[in-house]
């Protein structure tokens, strides 16, 4: 199928950006898919609707336009079965039979998603993780609202924030990082939160969601999603807090959750550098750091998660990246691997793509 996203590239974070220096009339918004994003919409969303919320959004989810966009989306990334069997080749065999069935259940109501199939699936450290693998049809769905809210989300969203974002990633984090450096900033608050994904409330989630989104029928899809039981052999359970593992919308959610503590920190003049749920705050001395700390300290207990114990301050006076060789940026594997040569303040780091563990490379960058 035709790409109709819209043709002008969308650039990655410049070399030289600056903390706050991105708002929404000066981003590129090519990467928005042009059959749901008008020009009309995005000139809407850079310059503001009334209220600041957005309605009738169903109909757009619903479409048979971003119906067929997201199975190609699906279909590309390929992925198991989840608990109703059926593959991704078994839908492709009557795909349009079954898109129109789901347009038709966004439409009248009937839609409802299936129970989230969990798996464990080994670490490198001898433990397992879970993951949860939603029903082919159901990450289509998912898929289609993503590609109507997103954009929603993302003209608020700080620059501070570089995981899971169109034009942003683990890379664009450790330039920042250094840079920071560079500037003087050598003291390093390195923070994660426990369990993030599984502990999120969802109230408070529902909330900053309805912030931007006035539409009930969108609003109760993300509920759905965000009720889905999970199924495990024969044992079924609902969670009570979390975003579903595994689930297409669950790194925008968490993003949403997470955009209060960015716009804190930048208000209060912190250098923040967030990647999902870890992050370092880039001080010029130990007080400062050990205040940005205590910011985050209390705002992680208001909003009902946890800090993975214990936070650290640490401190460097050397460039923590001097080259990141771009070879090492290789698509299918997951790890990240930080190697210290022996000449000080230089480090060469090769990442997963989207790896689970790149985002612990900014904590090995700056501890020295």
Not at 7 to 14: D, F, G, L, T
Not at 95 to 117: C, F, M
Request: glycine share 8%; aromatic share 8%; hydrophobic share 35%.
């Amino acid at each position: 199928m035709k790409d109709t996203t819209r043709q002008a590239k969308a650039p990655a974070v410049p070399a030289t950006a600056t903390q706050g220096a991105d708002t929404g009339n000066d981003r590129d918004w090519s990467w928005v898919e042009a059959s749901v994003w008008t020009e009309r919409m995005v000139s809407a969303l850079v310059n503001g609707v009334k209220g600041g919320r957005w309605f009738s959004l169903m109909d757009k989810v619903s479409a048979p336009a971003t119906l067929q966009v997201a199975w190609s989306k699906v279909r590309a990334n390929r992925g198991a079965a989840g608990v109703d069997g059926q593959s991704v080749e078994r839908f492709e065999r009557q795909a349009d039979l079954y898109l129109r069935e789901l347009a038709d259940g966004l439409q009248d109501g009937s839609y409802r998603p299936q129970p989230v199939r969990r798996v464990e699936i080994p670490k490198g450290d001898g433990r397992t993780r879970p993951l949860g693998i939603p029903a082919v049809k159901d990450r289509i769905v998912q898929t289609a609202m993503k590609l109507v809210i997103e954009p929603i989300f993302e003209v608020r969203f700080c620059p501070t924030s570089y995981g899971f974002r169109p034009g942003r990633g683990c890379k664009d984090g450790l330039r920042e990082v250094d840079q920071l450096i560079e500037q003087g900033y050598t003291f390093a608050v390195d923070a994660d939160l426990e369990s993030y994904f599984d502990t999120i409330p969802k109230e408070q989630l529902m909330h900053r969601v309805e912030e931007r989104i006035s539409d009930g029928r969108v609003l109760a899809l993300v509920r759905a999603f965000l009720d889905q039981d999970v199924l495990r052999g024969l044992e079924r359970w609902t969670p009570m807090a979390g975003t579903p593992q595994g689930a297409v919308i669950s790194p925008l959610l968490a993003n949403i959750y997470l955009h209060p503590l960015d716009e804190l920190m930048t208000g209060r003049g912190y250098r923040m550098v967030r990647y999902a749920d870890d992050f370092v705050v880039m001080c010029k001395s130990r007080e400062e750091a050990e205040a940005a700390l205590e910011e985050i300290r209390r705002w992680v207990a208001e909003n009902g998660l946890r800090l993975r114990t214990p936070a650290t301050i640490s401190e460097s006076r050397s460039v923590g990246v001097r080259r990141i060789d771009s070879g090492g940026f290789r698509d299918g594997t997951n790890g990240c691997r930080c190697r210290r040569h022996d000449r000080p303040g230089r480090h060469q780091t090769a990442l997963g793509n989207a790896g689970l563990q790149a985002r612990r490379a900014w904590a090995a960058l700056v501890r020295r």
